[in-house]
């Protein structure tokens, strides 16, 4: 009854589709997503968008206490499919960086500057790199585990 | 003689009739027209992300509702189908059906809402809103007789509902479907063909579709523009797939065209519950195994459902707690503004609101 994974794409069809676009971009695969280098990250977005993921529904950051992590949740309207795309950072929390999708979708700009300003990973690349709800002034990144 | 002019910034809001909650924009003009908008937000963010981190699953359903304020049953749903499908819980049919019923009943209510407000920041101060608050008033009650609560609801649970729909609920439901179909056609009546209306909304703040699908535009801003993309019909979720209802598409991707989608998008709502109705079951509303104390499995989810203002998400985030590792809401309202200011450039003072009125956004869920 509940859609959950009918219209996802399995973690090895998007490694496979991945590593197409650049070879030895996936760092890992689960059972419904995959996990890319940041790095390569840029140039995998736009070979995934240009393969049909034409919607970015959104970007999340994650903190795990050891690293960060950003969760990349993307949409294909043509086959109807969904993909996960993970990117690990700040190993040790330290100063946590990802390079920016803007480029790639125009809807990344609003919600990258979300995860900044609410976790504090900044997106490289990204043309208004400030925060979004809280005031300029503000100290500290709130849904960071360690902000209480 | 030339006249010397020079742009000006004003600021617009927070607090403002037009801005649908406490949104500000900084506007700057030359003269009457638009040259740049920088729209400023977290009025009201109240950190509900964060709040729902030491929440227990069942408790959050609370701050969902208060996210999307004017459609709460649709944001209680999208939560609730994350957590099931983050659990791997079968939902009980009955529950489902009141769920569909509640969901469908919300969405007119939101759009009655958005329709009202976009008729007022036309200048037709009042009128067509009290009409359309009259109708939601109708909707409003419905949910009081179905759960006790008229706006911020509460009303599911993971596995269905908190509780059954009393008997005198579905007499009042048939009163009311008989009635919305009438007033529906008389807004249709005195605005639709209204030359004012045209006038002003015709043709105005025209996106075209591939600039709104990457720029994450969804819901009826993106099925105004032509792109038949409706997650009820194209990734069912509930028991969608056992109901037929037809999308409304246009084309022209102008203020008007984002308004008439509402309209007949409310109709069909009404086809949704009439079909919900003959196909419900008498039954539990809730499976007896699902505990009151939820500790799903390690993992993630994200399930997207199709809301009023658009495609409202929740990435769910266990570590096997009672609480959830992280909460995150992929909200429709904050993403379909990210066009906003490519919208209004151009365009005048007085177009400002109304096209930002047909982009139908909460600020409760932009901000959370």
């Known amino acids: 009854m509940s859609s959950s994974t009918a219209f996802t794409a399995s973690g090895q069809e998007l490694a496979t589709e991945i590593e197409a676009i650049a070879s030895q971009a996936v760092t890992a695969t689960g059972d419904y997503d995959v996990w890319v280098a940041p790095d390569r990250l840029v140039d995998v977005m736009t070979g995934l968008r240009d393969s049909g993921f034409e919607m970015l529904i959104g970007v999340t950051g994650v903190d795990y206490i050891g690293y960060f992590e950003v969760v990349y949740h993307l949409l294909s309207l043509s086959q109807n499919r969904r993909a996960t795309v993970k990117v690990r950072c700040g190993e040790g929390r330290n100063d946590p960086a990802v390079p920016s999708v803007m480029e790639v979708w125009r809807g990344a700009q609003l919600q990258e500057r979300e995860v900044y300003d609410l976790m504090g990973i900044r997106f490289e690349g990204h043309d208004d790199m400030k925060r979004i709800f809280l005031w300029e002034g503000f100290e500290g990144h709130p849904l960071r585990k360690d902000f209480l | ?368």
């Not at chain 2, 607090?15 to 040259?35: A, K, L």
């Not at chain 2, 109708?138 to 596995?159: D, H, K, V």
């Not at chain 2, 579905?170 to 009438?182: F, I, K, N, S, Y």
């Not at chain 2, 807004?187 to 600039?211: F, H, K, M």
Request: hydrophobic content about 40%.
């Open chain 2, 1 to 368: 003689m030339p006249l010397k002019t020079e742009p000006i910034t004003i600021n617009v809001g927070p607090q403002h009739p037009s801005t649908h909650g406490v949104f500000r924009m900084r506007v700057t003009f030359d003269g009457e027209e638009v040259i740049d908008v920088e729209p400023i937000f977290g009025y009201l963010h109240r950190g509900s992300e964060k709040l729902a981190e030491s929440r227990t699953y069942t408790q959050i359903v609370t701050l969902t509702d208060r996210m999307d304020y004017v459609a709460s049953m649709n944001s209680n749903m999208s939560y609730i189908l994350s957590v099931e499908k983050l659990e791997g819980i079968e939902p009980a049919p009955r529950g489902v059906w009141l769920r569909m019923i509640a969901a469908e009943l919300q969405r007119i209510g939101s759009h009655l809402v958005a329709t009202g407000f976009f008729l007022q920041d036309l200048g037709a101060l009042g009128t067509p809103l009290i009409f359309t608050m009259r109708e939601r008033e109708l909707i409003l009650e419905l949910f009081e007789r179905l759960c006790g609560a008229r706006i911020t609801n509460s009303y599911m649970r993971p596995g269905g509902v908190f509780m059954d729909a009393p008997d005198d609920f579905w007499p009042a439901l048939d009163r009311v479907l008989a009635e919305l179909p009438h007033r529906i056609d008389e807004y249709e009546q005195l605005i639709s063909g209204n030359e004012i209306v045209a006038v002003r909304c015709d043709g105005v703040a025209v996106v075209d579709s591939q600039t709104l699908i990457n720029a994450s535009a969804t819901g009826p801003i993106l099925r105004a523009s032509g792109v038949d993309w409706d997650l009820r019909h194209r990734q069912p979720y509930e028991y969608y797939d056992r109901i037929k209802f037809h999308r409304p598409l246009a084309t022209a991707s102008d203020n008007y065209a984002r308004y008439i989608i509402r309209i007949h998008e409310m109709r069909e709502s009404l086809k949704i519950i009439r079909q919900c109705i003959d196909q419900i079951e008498p039954g539990p509303v809730r499976p007896q195994e699902v505990p009151s104390l939820i500790r799903p499995p390690a993992g993630d989810a994200y399930v997207g459902t199709e809301s009023p203002k658009g495609e409202l998400g929740f990435y769910l985030v266990s570590d096997g707690g009672v609480a959830p590792y992280r909460f995150k809401v992929r909200a429709p309202s904050l993403i379909n503004l990210t066009l906003l200011r490519d919208m209004v450039i151009g365009y005048k003072l007085a177009d400002l609101f109304v096209t930002f009125g047909s982009i139908d956004i909460n600020m409760g869920e932009v901000d959370r």
